[in-house]
T-cell receptor, first 108, second 116 residues
């Protein structure tokens, strides 16, 4: 049972477009992490957000943590084919609880 | 520096057969995790080791799954007997173990199991 709901499930865009994916939970977590997973590989940590209302930027990726620490979003500006992958959010308490992920495809 | 190593990468077996997966964590990482990732889902924790001690195995189906980390380094996850529903990717991860759940976890590439 996934405690975190991610939307959309699939997203396909053209290179250069922007995209946003969402992660929502009914529970409050001490922090939330975003991962990217490529086919045949394990998830790789992108960022950890801790404080309600926090915004973190990683090059073209912007991560927001909701004020109530129950939701988060990932925005990618000017997407590139190399951004293609499965984006997973995970709530952190005594363990990681992952959402089902959003599969992002960026077409050249 | 080598990452988390898992073998085999792929395994196809008949139902009711046994299967084992091996994981070697990043050198110096005290905490080791086994996850199962079903198709279209995120990883779910099966078991967590702190050195050689299993500190969280609440999600491990103990009737058919077992795991060991005898010397606190590499680990083996076993399924006996396998069922059709066990088809999934089995991921191993490791972390330093200094900060508990907030430690950064580094994942291996996983073993894709297909049970026929």
């Amino acid at each position: 049972t996934q405690l975190l709901e991610q939307s959309p499930q699939f997203l396909s865009i053209q290179e250069g477009e922007n995209l946003t994916v969402y992660c929502n939970s009914s529970s409050v977590f001490s922090s939330l992490q975003w991962y990217r997973q490529e086919p045949g590989e394990g998830p790789v940590l992108l960022v950890t957000v801790v404080t309600g209302g926090e915004v973190k930027k990683l090059k073209r990726l912007t991560f927001q943590f909701g004020d109530a620490r129950k939701d988060s979003s990932l925005h990618i500006t000017a997407a590139q084919p190399g951004d293609t992958g499965l984006y997973l959010c995970a709530g952190v308490d005594y363990k990681l609880s992952f959402g089902a992920g959003t599969t992002v495809t960026v077409r050249a | 520096e080598a990452g988390v190593v898992q073998s085999p990468r792929y395994k196809i077996i008949e139902k009711k057969q046994p299967v084992a997966f091996w994981c070697n964590p990043i050198s110096g990482h005290n905490t080791l995790y086994w996850y199962r990732q079903n198709l279209g889902q995120g990883p779910e924790l099966l078991i967590r080791y702190e050195n050689e001690e299993a500190v969280d195995d609440s999600q491990l189906p103990k009737d058919r799954f077992s795991a060991e980390r005898l010397k606190g380094v590499d680990s083996t996850l076993k399924i006996q007997p396998a069922e059709l529903g066990d088809s999934a990717v089995y991921l191993c991860a490791s972390s330093l173990g200094a900060s508990g759940a907030t430690d950064t976890q580094y994942f291996g590439p996983g073993t894709r199991l297909t049970v026929l």
